[in-house]
């Protein structure tokens, strides 16, 4: 593997450093996440459409659907950089995850009707694809799609959907032969969140920032799609879908985040005091800030080796074992960080608006809802993978 960048690579990464110093200048304060506000919200959306006009939300997509043909490599140090300076105007679900899809199934009538506007920043998706008894076991899912004609008719209930208020269009899992067990029977389908019989209700969170954040629970009555809109052969969206999951579990430029809470973890710890004395002074806490350290920086090398291999192989299509291993360590990397915030906070970490707040108050919510070690499939589930796709383990019976 080799990590080193080349003198154009070097002077495209200059290129989005000063971008976004200068658009982050017109952020909202304290965005946080794009849902957080309507604020939040609108600067995204103004975002989206100035990195539409650079060419660098599909940076990496041939230039006949919109992207700009450049190598994943450049995608990796855009997702890096912009990670950095925690800057939104990327749509997760639309050109990371359904865009790569379309690219991967879709036929070419659709790739030129679907994947330009969302290069062009000009449309927000959302995911319709856990159910109330379909999480990890995805393959389980009952929301149904039979053919009538042009159209299929959809019924169903979908959950842990984020951001479906505000999005444009959502893209999802059906099943369209009920006869077929688990995943020999679901297609891949998108549709206009405005259609009839589209209902989005707000899911509350024990943190209180449900509608903050807009979990939702999406509900489908007789809801009918185009077929045009239903990406591969009817009946084969299990095995595309296993594809997008890898684009979600990959976590390129994921580990930023943990790198930023450390960061202001460290700066805290040489202001602090306890026991008379600065909590950086204490070896205890010197050796759990290195432990996480230490462990950032074996996240990072599995970043690099992902974005590496993908590069290499000039696809977004990678053996699943290592989107599965680097989205295992990422999200497992923010529940260690989270806990030994909140540790070393002590009371502070308990609040998160007042003049007692520390470090913004990033530790309080993830203490109470660490649902990165199950969002994008469980851990435990990841852990499979590793072992059968990875280590070549037997399945179990």
Known sequence: MDFSLTKEQIALKVEFEAFFREEMKNAPPDIGHVHESDAAFDFHRYMMKRLGEKGWIAISWPEEYGGSGRPLMDHYLFNTVRASFGAPGIDQFGAEMYGPTVLLAGSEEQKKRLLPPIARGEVVYCQGWSEPNSGSDLASLKTSAKRDGDHYVVNGQKIWNTGGNRADRIFMLARTNPEEPRGKGLSIFSADMRSEGIEVRPIEYMDGRGEVYNYNEVWF???????????????????????????????????????????????????????????????????????????????????????????????????????????????????????????LLGRHGQVTKSEWTKIKGVAESFYMCVGANIYAGSNEIQRNITAWAGLGLPRFS
């Not at 960061?263 to 602090?272: F, G, I």
Request: aromatic content about 6%.
């Open 221 to 343: 009555t007789n809801v009918r799609i185009p077929a045009e809109d239903r990406i591969g052969p009817e009946n084969a969206g299990w095995k595309i879908t296993r594809e997008t999951m890898n684009f979600e579990r990959s976590g390129i430029g994921g580990f930023i985040m943990v790198e930023q809470m450390l960061e202001k973890l460290v700066d805290y710890c040489k202001s602090a005091r306890r026991n008379g004395k600065l909590l950086a002074e204490d070896p205890s806490v010197r050796l759990k800030l290195a432990e996480i350290y230490a462990e950032l920086q074996a996240k990072r090398t599995i970043a690099d080796r992902i974005a590496w291999l993908q590069d290499s192989a000039g696809s977004h299509k990678i053996p699943p074992h290592y989107a599965s291993e680097g989205k295992v360590m990422g999200t497992e990397l923010i529940q260690k960080v989270t806990y030994l915030a909140t540790e």
